[in-house]
């Protein structure tokens, strides 16, 4: 059964807006989570960029850094 487009959007923006809030807390508790990530994904979540682009490259880079662990 195929996913519609819609939805399999709005999942995106759900768990994007989950990780900012969650980033927040962090923040706000001196916890350091820029560690975690990427130079690159650290600027897309600090510029709060949420667009079709961003979100292929973050998945790319995610699996280009899981295969190079």
Partial sequence: MAEHQQFFWYKRHA???????????????????????TPYQVSMILSKVLDKKVLDEWVELTAMKSDAD
């Fill in 15 to 37: 768990a994007w807006a989950a990780m900012l809030a969650v980033i927040a807390i962090a923040e706000e508790a001196s916890v350091d989570w820029r560690s975690s990530f």
